[in-house]
């Protein structure tokens, strides 16, 4: 019904999304969230493309990144509610402050 195509074009589409929101937001929350999804915009691009070549390395790979996301997400909230507690305020241009 669709063809590796339209899902690049919409991985793409995705992923200029994500790093629209990562180059213009301040809050680490929806930094992250936009960082998540320029990860699920390259499974998608890795899926589809797996798919129209029949290979089944590009699955293996999505669940690599799928691992390495939720890892990071763990230790960015972590470091998020760490700085939280201490200084009341998660802007990221007042982050810069806190430098040695």
């Known amino acids: 019904m669709f ?6 074009a919409l991985a793409f589409a995705l992923f200029a999304v994500g790093a629209f929101g ?5 809050d680490p929350l929806v930094m ?6 320029m990860f699920n ?7 589809a493309l797996s798919r129209y070549l029949g290979l089944a390395s590009g699955h293996a790979l999505v ?8 890892a990071e997400v763990a230790v960015g909230l972590g470091i998020i509610i760490a700085i939280f507690r201490t200084e009341k305020d998660v802007n990221v241009d007042h982050l810069s402050e806190l430098k040695g």
């Open 41 to 47: 915009s390259g499974n998608l691009a890795l899926v």
């Open 22 to 26: 990562v180059l213009t937001r301040r």
């Open 32 to 37: 992250f969230m936009c960082i998540e999804m």
């Open 63 to 70: 669940f690599f990144v799928v691992a390495v996301a939720a």
């Open 3 to 8: 063809g590796v195509g339209f899902f690049l």
